[in-house]
């Protein structure tokens, strides 16, 4: 053997040994078994970007309880009456079909992070090497003296999570008498969508303002002011809401009487309305809780905004509403899909053996409709802070709309087409 | 010439070999591979995804300006004016506010219209 050849043989060795380690990390990547619990934004979003990431190769099982994904933001404008709730509801199976995304239709009953198992129920238990657990919130009906029963018995709604109730909601709105009075109640922040309350109240006046025009909606707000785009929402009532929208903050709601359709409050006096839509506080989804993922006051989940693995149990990866947020981080299905990525480029780079991304990033945008075509906004980008170990918003960007607009309203539903593509499509 | 040829298929044999006992999973496997850096930048752009559609394609008709017929210079040129402030907008003046340039580029980079 010559020198050349000997150096040419010593690289093909090195090349195949190059090739055998990187075999092995994608091997892992390739064999991991990751299951995403829970198909909101953030789950879905998830289980999609696992795959994008990986360039396929990640084996992903999405378990999620219902046939289809019904749109929070946008909901509004259903129990306001301008759309319906076919126009904001999207398939789950593009993610199976063009993704290769295992669907298992089912809830989780429990998860065992010691064996790393989930048990569905249906009673079949399945193994995980990583899990993403989405669960979105979960609402305290104790938190509300009487609240429990009156929304089983559908006399209160809470519509919080899209679905029915936000059919029914707009039923009782529509069948409201003449001159009645819509309530509805705000609990202390921090809750999913912080300007989602206010947002309804503007779609339920505006429907009062052209069918039942002596209508009244009250706000009764657990918080000190309006949580969310404050200014734009106050100039909104006074300005096309006039006589319509009260708004009293400081208003804690602790009981409801369902017989009489009153609010029972802290300090002021009893509110009776005619149609209630009570939100209770809230807390990260049940699944999480009862899994001991909650360690921030037994509510929400802390995480490693890194890679959003839980700081309680290993190879948990939380996302979305159920988490305990940086510092001026919504609760917001936007910022559920963008958790989403950082959680889905952090696993494909675990798994592959590499150093996850020290400088992810997020942005949140935030559209409100005030009345069925205008809108108004609040935006913000979030970069993470090595030294404090969270995401900060950057000094001097982000912000609020001028004024409402109809060019936002455009903006809106494409906003609100292009996430849906984004996380489902 | 002649004496390069016959090299390249002895050093060859190793690596048929390897290839024999890995099986043919490896190569499939080797075309899909990246580098963390790819994913760092892929999951950058991604940020852009919530409005402007997954890799860029946004849903057409869907309300939102497209930014796919967009070449990469084009792109980093009108988020640079975002930035600054020379381009009006709604949102994007806000968002493009809280991005390094270097961000901005490879966002644009990665988004871009390739050539």
Redesign the interface.
């Given at each position: 053997m010559d020198r050349r050849h000997f150096i040419g043989q010593s690289a093909a060795a090195v090349g195949l040994l190059a090739g055998l380690s990187s075999q092995t990390k994608a091997a892992n990547l390739q064999k991991a078994e990751i299951l995403v619990i829970g198909g909101g934004y953030g789950g879905a979003t998830a289980a999609k970007y696992l795959r994008l990431f990986s360039k396929n190769t990640a084996r992903v099982t999405l378990i999620e309880p219902n046939t289809s994904f019904i749109s929070c933001p946008m909901s509004n404008l259903v129990i306001g009456g301008s759309r319906n709730l076919a126009e904001i509801t999207s398939p789950y199976d593009t993610l199976s079909k063009r993704h290769g995304i295992k669907i298992i239709q089912d809830s989780v009953s429990s998860i065992d992070p010691d064996k790393k198992t989930v048990t569905l129920a249906s009673g079949k238990t399945l193994r995980y090497d990583k899990a993403v657990v989405s669960p979105g919130v979960s609402l305290n009906f104790k938190s509300v003296e009487g609240l429990a029963q009156a929304n089983k018995d559908g006399i209160t709604l809470q519509a919080w999570k899209a679905g029915p109730e936000t059919v029914a909601l707009h039923k009782q709105i529509a069948a409201m008498r003449e001159g009645g009075t819509f309530a509805i109640t705000i609990p202390e922040a921090p809750y999913r969508c912080p300007p989602g309350p206010y947002e309804r109240a503007c779609q339920v006046a505006n429907y009062l303002k052209q069918h039942n025009p002596k209508g009244k909606v009250i706000i009764l707000d657990a918080n000190q002011d309006v949580t969310s785009k404050g200014a734009l929402f106050k100039k909104v009532w006074a300005e096309q809401y006039a006589g319509i929208i009260e708004y009293r903050p400081k208003s804690n709601v602790v009981g409801v009487d369902a017989k009489t359709k009153t609010l029972k409050l802290e300090v002021e006096d009893d509110v009776k309305a005619d149609v209630l839509n009570v939100l209770p506080q809230m807390a990260a989804g049940e699944i999480a809780i009862k899994s001991g993922l909650a360690n921030s006051n037994g509510r929400w989940v802390n995480v490693n905004f890194l890679n959003f693995e839980s700081t309680a149990r290993k190879d948990i990866h939380v996302l979305g509403d159920a988490i305990q947020i940086a510092p001026l981080m919504p609760k917001s299905g936007h910022m559920a899909n963008q958790h989403a990525k950082v959680a889905a480029a952090a696993i494909v780079a675990e798994l592959s053996g590499w150093e996850v991304n020290p400088a992810p990033v997020l942005t949140n945008t935030c559209y409100s409709f005030v009345n069925d075509r205008e809108v108004v906004h609040v935006a913000s980008v979030h970069q993470y802070n090595a030294a404090e170990k969270t995401f900060k918003t950057v000094p001097g960007s982000g912000g609020l709309s001028p004024a409402p607009s109809t060019l936002e309203g455009v903006y809106a539903w494409g906003w609100a087409h292009n996430i849906w593509a984004d996380s489902l499509g | 010439m002649t004496e390069t040829i016959p090299?390249?298929v002895?050093?060859?044999k190793?690596?048929l070999l390897?290839s024999t006992l890995?099986g043919l999973s490896?190569w499939s496997?080797?075309s899909?591979?990246?580098t963390?850096d790819q994913?760092?930048k892929?999951?950058?752009a991604?940020?852009c995804?919530?409005?402007?559609?997954?890799d860029g394609k946004?849903?057409v008709d869907?309300?939102?300006?497209l930014i796919n017929n967009l070449t990469s210079q084009e792109m980093l040129a009108k988020l640079k004016a975002y930035k600054s402030g020379a381009l009006e907008g709604?949102?994007m003046p806000?968002?493009a506010?809280?991005?390094t340039d270097e961000?901005l580029t490879t966002i644009a980079n990665q988004l871009g219209k390739k050539q």
């Open positions: - | 090299m390249r002895k050093y060859l190793p690596i390897a890995i490896q496997g080797l899909l591979a990246q963390a994913l760092y892929r999951g950058l991604a940020t995804a919530n409005c402007h559609g997954t946004g849903v869907g309300g939102m300006p709604t949102i806000q968002l506010k809280g991005y961000q």
